[in-house]
């Protein structure tokens, strides 16, 4: 494991990411939006895997397995990011604009951003990182007070922004 990784600073190293099997290819990211699971511990937990309508998202028999993504099946439709308990998922559009990218995360701070607001788009470890512009703001009572948040952001922070700073707190 990195040193820099999980164990150390208490969230995944871009390299575990990587080397997981729920982080997309560089090939399926070009292809349009896909879900980003950054989950790299084995922990007792599936409801990413019984939420996706197209089961993209494999567990396996053992539910301490790291979930692994089938990127061919993955539609992008982001359905997994609000179930996932360890607010482990993201979906990322590289393709959304010439120059940005498109991030969605879950969010379960209030108040909640407004679409069009201009916010820090912040990394892994909560520092910011770039602005980001809020493009849509999902609160469906399915997702049991989790908001799904999508941020514009310039594309050389696609793999970075993983959140935004809380507002008002």
């Not at 770039?130 to 999902?138: D, T």
Request: proline share 8%; hydrophobic share 40%; with cysteine.
């Amino acid at each position: 494991m990195d040193a820099n990784g999980v164990v150390i600073n208490g969230y995944p190293s871009f390299e575990e990411l990587r080397n997981s099997p729920g982080y997309p290819s560089e090939e399926r990211l070009c292809k349009g939006a896909v879900a980003v699971i950054e989950c790299v511990q084995e922990i007792p937990c599936d409801p990413c895997a019984w939420v996706c309508p197209k089961q993209a998202i494999k567990v396996g028999g053992d539910i301490t397995n790291l979930p692994r993504l089938v990127e061919d099946d993955c539609i992008g439709c982001g359905i997994c990011i609000a179930a996932c308990p360890g607010q482990a998922i993201f979906m990322v559009d590289v393709n959304y604009s010439p120059t940005e990218a498109l991030i969605s995360f879950p969010y379960e701070y209030v108040p909640f951003p407004q679409e069009g607001d201009t916010v820090n788009a912040v990394d892994r470890a909560g520092c910011p990182v770039a602005k980001g512009r809020v493009v849509k703001v999902r609160t469906a009572a399915v997702n049991d007070r989790t908001a799904v948040i999508s941020l514009a952001v310039p594309k050389e922070f696609a793999h970075t922004v993983r959140s935004m700073q809380r507002q008002g707190g």
